[in-house]
């Protein structure tokens, strides 16, 4: 079996005697379009912060592309590949469009300690930047500030800031969540668009979304993964049902 | 006169819009359940009658008055009530200070809330961190409960405890609703509870209405049900 | 836009507009002799605001401990600030006040309460002997300033200078595209240090005298007071801040002290109700009005 | 060794009537920056109003003392609530920066006034016969205004400990500090209970300073020169809580009163150091809610 893009092994999470993450096997695949799914405090986001590190598990390992990333920073993961979107906006609100992914892409080639030159003269980075922004249809909005842009668009410039890292891996946290619904095709579009070689998690609660863009689903409950397979299968799985819909376990 | 109208409201955070076309009317003792999958807006939704969100458009009429513009603590002193998903239970009071510290003149007293729910009699003078998650449930009810609320906004009251509590909250619950004069929204993970125990149910997806009608029809379609709610 | 943002977008090239203040840091020099050494002390605030400026505009951390490094610019206090003052202005304050209180009691060194009078500045290059007029003074300070000036505009425009900004609207994405942020942050209090103190060392030489009230807490809040007043984050708030701040206080108060600070404090209210742009940030919006823009 | 106890109970009498003050005088602000998250650098403001108004209505009305005190707590209270109904209310939301800088202009403000009206010299508290002279206890002599700073204080205390911890306002206010959205949804008017709470603290900081004027004197930079202490008190009690200020403001004024007395080379020094090394070692105070 060829290494995984990311995978963790018996990750585990506690605090104090609250298990929110137990024993969790998860592999995403190179290239994979994966979705993680499950009711609200499944651990979902627990699972992820773990991922990013900003959440050191209690127990277990996360390998990134075959190294183990257990004990590194948050930075140093990025810098691994290993990039991440915001449910909730996180942008530099007051700059323009084209300096929150260029900041980005300026960290990852190093150049964002530099003092001597002029940011506008570091044509690799600027030019980098915009090819990023028309990738995402967003080129005629790159010198407009954050607060100045709607909605919709600010939550693409999330998944560019997340592009201009080059990730290997790229944990989408809700791509969609916030948009109104008549804008939030554009979205759906930009996910399509992706680059293929990039390994993708979604964590998402619209099914519309993940089953239209995963090939492979992981349902979360309770800090244990109830079941993981391709879409059609989940849909069908009785135990996923159950959860959704409230029924009683017995047994 | 319906005890709650929304009309096309529209509303999140901000600027991030959570909610958009919900309209619907409770009549007087009515009882609403809430449905959808986690992530659709059901808290919004309870957020924005109590108003907490930013209210974007549309309107709310509680009891006939429109209350979207009127400050959250107005809302409650008005008769409405809220028992939050995370429960919200204040540490640094005691179990009593919790229930006292809400009180507003009715029919609701200490007494009767001890006489609804013994535990807390019992647990009376525990700081509010010092008490289980069943205990912390009953204590953010009977707080909501204090206030003498004619509508009460109730947040997943069953999730995540044990099966004998949620029998005796259930219990609580079905004698709210029939014997009390209240009229109830309930937002339930638990979808067949849910209906079982309302009139009418609402089922959200992506911030819009999917199903609005009676819940007998949806308990009676679990196909639908199973559309609406999974996938 | 006259705010200087830095910033991928930005152009780095001096407008002409820039020019303005050296001319009139020129003309004032040979207009008004009798004031040099007033102009002098106004140049050497200005430094110390654009230091500050550095810090509370640019990378978004508010400071009341500044005047220690005005007092004491040195790398050490870089890092302890940095580390010690993130989020918490009464660390700083105390870190200023430990600062104010080894002079204090250092008698020998700094001469207490009474201050160290009796410095000896050596001739610049051995070559400018500062006259009692003031004139090698203001020269010199004028000098600092420019260099001062030119290094702090190259830096806010540079890739490092958006990445400060980037710290100060969201620390938490800056963490999470892989920057250095603490790092980032000692670099920056370094930097503003070491102007901060160069701005101190000029007060000794052109004074001759070194009193504890540099390193005091008032001290301290005056300068910030100055920079608001001109405009936060902005680098030509640091230069009319001070110089509208200075001059008022050289005209007001010795004459009345007590209406000077009812003047400055309400001034102060009101730039924080209505006006949080400070002076600059009024011409700003003036302008944008002027042109008929929204 | 006889002459060391005396000096030790000395300093621990002197540095528990300092304490006192201190705690009376910043316990508000430690509630107001708990409560409203507002960085009010200008409480000392309040203080040394309350020193104003107890020494003007001594010595150029002839009020008497008792009354004096009521007066500069009733005044300052009263004072307060027109303050943050008209200015520090539009700068809840405000950031820290800009609630800093507006606090600092109203001290500036306040400093002006106090020494247009005032003039620069400190002023002296015309302390009634019954306050003046030693109180014997146990054998020694303490200075009868100190023991009744002491004595009155604890008073202040208790009622004010009750008053948070035994009433249904007190309960209120605990609820707003604890969580301010679901105290509104329980029909608390937080933003009339900050003007209240607003109002009781400063109203103690001008009691703190019209009962400390002897201590702390009165004078117009008051409020630049003593406001490190109240921060220190604050921040190293804990924000938002009521009991931490009071063991920090006990600390304080008996570990300034000792330096003082024993190391005066090193002035507050000592003080200075340990507030930094506990900021460091806990951020949020000996008594934080947030750690």
Not at chain 1, 48 to 67: C, D, F, H, K, Q
Not at chain 3, 45 to 53: P, V
Not at chain 3, 233 to 251: E, N, T
Not at chain 4, 181 to 186: D, E, K
Request: charged share 15%; with cysteine.
């Amino acid at each position: 079996m060829s290494a995984a893009a990311l995978e963790t092994r018996g990750l585990c999470k506690s605090f104090g005697a609250l298990t929110v993450a137990d024993d969790i096997n998860f592999r995403l695949e190179t290239g994979a379009r994966h979705a993680l799914i499950g009711p609200n405090g499944a651990g979902k986001t627990t699972f992820v912060n773990m991922l990013t590190g900003a959440l050191p598990p209690s127990s277990g390992r996360i390998v990134l592309g075959g190294e183990d990333i257990t004990a590194m920073g948050q930075a140093k993961r990025v810098k691994r590949g290993l990039g991440r979107t915001f449910q909730i906006n996180a942008l530099f609100r007051r700059l323009a469009v084209i300096d929150n992914v260029a900041l980005a892409v300026a960290e990852r080639r190093g150049v964002a300690r530099r003092m001597l030159r002029a940011a506008s003269t570091h044509a690799d980075v600027c030019a980098e930047s915009m090819d990023l922004l028309a990738t995402l249809g967003l080129a005629e909005d790159a010198s407009v500030r954050i607060v100045d842009l709607p909605y919709g668009k600010q939550r693409l410039v999330e998944i560019a800031i997340a592009l201009g890292l080059k990730p290997r891996v790229l944990l989408l946290d809700e791509p969609a969540a916030g948009v109104p619904s008549l804008e939030s095709h554009r979205i759906l579009q930009v996910l399509d668009n992706l680059p293929k070689h990039i390994a993708i998690l979604i964590i998402e609660h619209d099914m519309d979304l993940v089953f239209r863009f995963a090939r492979r689903i992981t349902v979360m409950v309770q800090g244990e993964v109830l079941v993981e397979g391709p879409p059609e299968e989940i849909a069908k799985d009785r135990r996923v049902h159950q959860v959704y819909l409230g029924e009683q376990h017995h047994g | 006169m319906a005890e709650l109208s929304l009309r096309d409201v529209r509303a999140g955070y901000g600027e991030t819009v959570v909610l958009e076309d919900i309209a619907f009317e409770l009549p007087e003792r009515g009882a609403l359940a809430v449905l959808g999958r986690n992530g659709v807006g059901k808290t919004t939704l309870l957020a924005t009658i109590m108003g907490h969100t930013t209210f974007h458009a549309g309107s709310i009429e509680y009891q006939g008055k429109p209350i979207a513009g009127l400050p959250v603590y107005e809302r409650c002193r008005l008769g409405v009530g809220l028992v939050p998903q995370t429960r919200d239970i204040f540490p640094s009071l005691s179990v009593e200070e919790n229930l006292t510290v809400a009180t507003r003149p009715g029919r609701w007293t200490l007494a009767r809330v001890y006489d609804l729910f013994p535990k807390l009699a019992e647990r009376r003078g525990h700081w509010g961190n010092q008490i289980s998650g069943g205990e912390q449930q009953m204590l953010a009810i009977g707080r909501a409960l204090m206030g003498n609320p004619t509508l009460l906004l109730m947040d997943e009251p069953l999730e995540g405890l044990a099966p004998i509590i949620v029998e005796v909250l259930l219990q609580a619950l079905q004698r709210l609703i029939n014997e009390d004069s209240l009229a109830v929204v309930l937002v339930e993970q638990h979808a067949k509870v849910a209906l079982g125990v309302t009139q009418s149910a609402l089922v959200l997806n992506r911030g819009r209405i999917a199903y609005s009608g009676p819940s007998a029809d949806l308990l009676a379609d679990p196909q639908r049900l199973t559309t609406l709610v999974v996938a | 836009m006259s705010a200087h943002a830095g910033g991928y977008s930005a152009d780095p090239r001096i407008r002409w507009i820039e020019s303005l203040p050296w001319i009139v840091a020129i003309v004032a020099f040979f207009a008004l002799p009798e004031y040099l050494s007033l102009g002098a002390r106004i140049l050497i605030y200005i430094l110390y605001a654009l230091s500050l400026d550095l810090i509370v505009g640019y990378a978004g951390i508010i400071t009341l401990g500044h005047s220690a490094y005005f007092g004491l610019g040195a790398y050490v206090a870089g890092i302890l600030a940095a580390k010690a003052g993130i989020g918490d202005p009464v660390v700083q304050l105390g870190a200023a006040s430990v600062l104010l209180e080894i002079a204090n009691k250092a008698t020998t060194l700094t001469g207490g309460a009474d201050g160290l009078s009796g410095v000896v500045v050596a001739p610049i290059l051995g070559l400018f002997r500062f006259d009692i007029f003031g004139k090698t003074a203001y020269l010199y300070c004028l000098l600092v300033l420019l260099l001062g000036w030119w290094l702090v505009r190259k830096m806010i425009y540079s890739p490092f200078g958006t990445s400060l900004t980037g710290v100060r609207e969201n620390s938490l994405r800056m963490h999470a595209i892989g920057a250095p942020v603490y790092w980032r942050l000692v670099l920056v209090y370094t930097l503003s240090a070491t102007i901060a103190g160069a701005a101190g060392g000029l007060i000794t030489q052109t004074n001759q005298f070194v009193g504890l009230n540099v390193l005091s807490f008032e001290s301290a809040g005056e300068l910030l007071v100055m920079l608001i007043l001109g405009g936060v984050g902005r680098i030509y708030g640091a230069f009319v801040g001070p110089v509208v701040y200075l001059i008022a206080q050289d005209f007001l108060a010795k004459q009345f002290p007590e209406y000077w600070y009812f003047g400055i404090g309400t001034m102060l209210v009101l730039v924080v109700m209505f006006a949080r742009g400070g002076i600059l940030g009024i011409l700003d919006g003036a302008l944008v009005k002027l042109r008929g823009r929204p | 060794m006889e002459a060391f106890f005396a000096s030790l109970v000395s300093v621990a009498f002197h540095g528990a009537a300092l304490g006192m003050i201190l705690y009376v005088i910043s316990v508000g602000l430690s509630v107001t920056m708990g409560l409203m998250g507002f960085a009010n650098l200008a409480h000392g403001v309040f203080a040394m109003a309350g020193g104003y108004v107890l020494t003007t209505a001594i010595s150029r009305f002839g009020v008497p003392f008792p009354l004096a005190l009521v007066l500069a707590f009733a005044f300052v209270a009263a004072a307060s609530v027109v303050l943050e109904r008209l200015l520090y209310s539009r700068l809840y939301a405000a950031s820290d920066l800009e609630q800093v800088l507006f606090t600092i202009g109203l001290i500036f403000i306040a400093v002006a006034v106090a020494r247009f009206i005032y003039g620069t010299l400190q002023q002296p508290v015309a302390l009634p016969d019954y306050l003046k002279g030693q109180f014997p206890l146990l054998g020694r002599d303490f200075p009868a205004y100190r023991v009744f700073i002491i004595v009155f204080s604890a008073v202040m205390v208790a009622l004010l400990w009750f008053g948070v911890e035994r009433t249904r306002w007190g309960a209120m206010v605990r609820a707003t500090v604890d969580n301010r959205a679901m105290a509104q949804s329980v029909g608390i008017n937080t933003k009339r209970l900050f003007t209240l709470t607003f109002a009781l603290g400063s109203g103690l900081a001008g009691l703190g300073g019209g009962l400390g004027a002897e201590i702390i004197a009165i004078q117009p930079s008051y409020p630049f020169e003593n406001l490190v202490y109240f921060l220190v008190v604050v921040s190293v009690g804990g924000l938002g809580s009521l009991r931490g200020p009071f063991v920090a403001a006990l600390l304080i004024g008996i570990a300034d009163t000792a330096c003082k007395y024993w190391l005066p080379q090193y002035g507050a020094f000592p003080i200075y150091v340990a507030t930094i090394a506990i900021l460091l070692w806990r951020p949020s105070g000996l008594f934080g809610r947030h750690a």
